[in-house]
């Protein structure tokens, strides 16, 4: 609900006292969405202190009706945490007519066919992470590996090269100074206190996250205008530039920039979050890694677009896209009177999906808790049971290309090294996750020893 209306008909109430709930949400929200289903069921109401409040199905019957809800009696939340990040004509924050026109748009950069002329940039990313070429130190045994660190690399090397045809080393650095100053300059009371973001005598965090922004403006506005005058290229932003709306118009610099920032913020974070669980959860089930492994050993050698394809490497991405979504809430306001769950909602009210309570319903997930990437073997789960990209209308326009980068990285990784978790990672409990820019991901740096490597 919005935070002005307040609840309406039989929709439940924000439970009190809501600082305590916020705080609980904050410190662990996994847990504390467990924990209200377990207490109030299916949906449940919580609130955002600064964004208003929002009711949350964590069941299939409930993501059905929240990615069916026709597109336009809903919109993107505003305020929201992000926007700062990506900017007002970001395809995540545009409605109706205009979020139309520029899905259509952006939509066939990423299909499967074009996604899949990216696959040597994808393993060549991977490839060169290993052998040091950003820190200048090889992966050799002994090596300690920050998975974070190196999982964003590559995703962001990935996803330079796709969108912006970046493969110079000159450029790929500048970029990467740039948007990992941007990133890191948002950090998560900037995203979650909205009183924080104003300037204070140009020493504020927000200054210093203005300044960034800027500074990775200038290249992308740079890169922008150059394009216009040369031939656009085959990468993201040269079909974007190539392509015309229905009316015969073309985008805007400034709608293009908010875009580019849009995919290069959405499209790495939240892939390398995913890449660092996958490693961690392979190396504390040594049975799934050795499964994964000997079905890697038997097609060494093939082309990422077959490696993409093997079916123990799609279940391990997917079962841990289950564990892990890094986009754990999906969230949709409404425009007109709506049912969910049999609460009745109203225009300006807001329901989402807890991606984690979705793909932990005991109803569709048998040991929920458990890695086990067989269940991807065993049974097909529908586009409401599992959900990892959204749904519906706003279904994350850059999942194939998620999907084929985390496969080929994964066995790329895993083809070249052999790793062991740190002795602190090795056992005991499974790191929470918490928002890290756009994605949410392990609370603490997971750490890996390199134990042997093609780099050696
Ligand atoms: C594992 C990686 C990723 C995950 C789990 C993920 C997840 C999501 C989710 C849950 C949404 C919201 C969908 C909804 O509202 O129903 C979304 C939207 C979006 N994602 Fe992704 N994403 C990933 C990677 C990417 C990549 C690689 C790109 C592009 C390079 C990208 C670009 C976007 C954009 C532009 C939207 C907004 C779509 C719209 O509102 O129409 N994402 N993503």
């Given at each position: ?73 809903v ?20 409605r ?25 940039i ?7 992470e ?15 590996i920050?998975?974070r ?10 996803v ?31 995203m ?8 204070v ?82 190396h504390?089930e ?28 799609d ?21 007109g009177?709506f ?26 997930w ?9 269940r991807?073997?065993e ?20 999942a194939?290309?998620?999907d ?40 603490v ?7 042997e490597?093609?780099?050696?």
């Amino acid at each position: 609900m919005s935070a002005e209306t307040g609840p309406v008909g039989t929709a439940p109430r924000a439970p009190r006292p809501v600082l305590l709930h916020a705080l609980l949400a904050g410190l662990d929200f996994d847990r504390y969405f467990r924990w209200r289903r377990t207490r109030d069921g299916d949906p449940f109401l919580v609130r955002f202190p600064g964004f208003g409040s929002a009711l949350f199905t964590g069941s299939a019957a409930g993501a059905r009706e929240v990615f069916r809800a026709p597109a336009d009696s809903v919109r993107p939340p505003l305020p929201n945490p992000i926007e700062p990040m990506v900017g007002p004509s970001s395809l995540i924050l545009t409605r109706g007519a205009q979020h139309r026109r520029d899905r259509t748009l952006l939509a066939p950069a990423f299909h499967g066919g074009r996604i899949r002329t990216y696959g040597s940039i994808i393993r060549d990313a991977a490839a060169a992470e290993l052998d040091g070429e950003r820190t200048g130190t090889p992966w050799r045994s002994g090596t300690r590996i920050d998975a974070r660190a190196a999982a964003r690399a590559i995703t962001l090397r990935v996803v330079l090269a796709v969108v912006l045809g970046v493969d110079d080393e000159r450029r790929r650095d500048e970029y990467c100074a740039a948007t990992t100053e941007f990133l890191n300059t948002y950090g998560g009371a900037l995203m979650l206190i909205p009183a924080l973001r104003r300037e204070v005598f140009g020493r504020a965090p927000w200054n210093r996250f203005i300044a960034a922004r800027d500074r990775l403006d200038a290249l992308i506005d740079r890169e922008i205008a150059c394009r216009r005058t040369s031939v656009p290229g085959t990468d993201i932003l040269g079909s974007l530039l190539d392509t015309r709306y229905d009316d015969g118009s073309v985008i805007t610099d400034a709608e293009l920039r908010d875009q580019v920032r849009t995919l290069l913020v959405a499209g790495h974070e939240t892939t390398a979050t995913v890449l660092v669980w996958a490693l961690y959860r392979l190396h504390r089930e040594p049975a799934a890694l050795r499964r994964l492994r000997a079905e890697l050993a038997a097609h060494a050698g093939a082309e990422p677009a077959d490696i993409a394809r093997l079916p123990y490497l799609d279940a391990v991405c997917q079962e841990t896209l289950r564990l892990h979504p890094p986009v754990p809430i999906v969230l949709r306001r409404l425009t007109g009177e709506f049912t969910l769950r049999g609460q009745r909602l109203v225009a300006g009210d807001t329901m989402g999906v807890a991606v984690p309570l979705l793909h932990s319903d005991p109803a569709v997930w048998a040991r929920p808790r458990q890695f086990r990437p067989e269940r991807f073997l065993e049974r097909h789960y529908g586009p409401f049971e599992f959900a990892p990209f959204g749904g519906g209308h706003r279904r994350c326009v850059g999942a194939a290309l998620a999907d084929y980068e985390l496969r080929i990285v994964l066995a790329t990784v895993l083809g070249r090294a052999r790793l062991r978790l740190s002795p602190r990672f090795a056992q005991g409990r499974i790191p929470i996750s918490v928002p890290h820019n756009i994605a949410t991901g392990p609370r603490v740096a997971i750490t890996f020893d390199v134990l042997e490597s093609g780099s050696e």
